[in-house]
T-cell receptor, first 115, second 110 residues
């Protein structure tokens, strides 16, 4: 158990809908990262927040947004969902701002299925 | 941009050694990582190697780094059925954002 929790574990929804994925980092970790794992794109970095502020952005679609709250939990919002958004979404956390020596601890993921 | 490549599948017999290979393009990386993903689970950091090292050994795991060829390998000695998983190499470049390879599925046959 990494100490990172993600809810829900599974989510099934329809195209055009909007969903929110939630992540609670390990106690004491200030950074939260979101990754998407899909069959065709592999494992891709989406976005990072550090202590409430956006720190780095990767291949995140405009239909997706995220935020980190004062209690450091984070939410990833996915809107206007398409079939291709079906994937496993991972959250990871680390102590610091994402310097390269900072180990990232991964949650178990949320499996999103868009029908 | 940064890219990390891995072979997709490796099958070995229990007790044999497994070698999983990875190539990367970003030479600014100070560390390179190996993660393991078991079915239905998240990613677990297995080991990492500092870029000024050629080799790192950690119990049954040996990481070899060839900076000139930008080639990284993970050797698992005495492979067990519990080692069956997907193994990812990851390159943080100089930003800390992890760039992952496609993952190598290791199948261990009894």
């Amino acid at each position: 158990d990494s100490g990172v929790t993600q809810t829900p574990k599974h989510l099934i929804t329809a195209t055009g809908q909007r969903v929110t994925l939630r992540c609670s980092p390990r106690s004491g970790d200030l950074s939260v990262y979101w990754y998407q794992q899909s069959l065709d794109q592999g494992l891709q970095f989406l976005i990072q927040y550090y202590n409430g502020e956006e720190r780095a952005k990767g291949n995140i679609l405009e239909r997706f947004s995220a935020q980190q709250f004062p209690d450091l939990h984070s939410e990833l919002n996915l809107s206007s969902l398409e079939l291709g958004d079906s994937a496993l979404y991972f959250c990871a956390s680390s102590v610091n701002s994402g310097i390269i020596t900072d180990e990232q601890f991964f949650g178990p993921g949320t499996r999103l299925t868009v029908l | 941009g940064e890219d990390v490549e891995q072979s997709l599948f490796l099958s070995v017999r229990e007790g044999d050694s497994s070698v999983i290979n990875c190539t990367y393009t970003d030479s600014s990386s100070t560390y390179l990582y190996w993660y393991k993903q078991e079915p239905g689970a998240g990613l677990q950091l297995l080991t990492y190697i500092f870029s000024n090292m050629d080799m790192k050994q950690d119990q049954r795991l040996t990481v070899l780094l060839n900076k000139k060829d930008k080639h990284l390998s993970l050797r698992i000695a005495d492979t067990q059925t519990g080692d069956s998983a997907i193994y990812f190499c990851a390159d943080p470049g100089n930003t800390g954002k992890l760039i992952f390879g496609q993952g190598t599925t290791l199948q261990v046959k009894p």
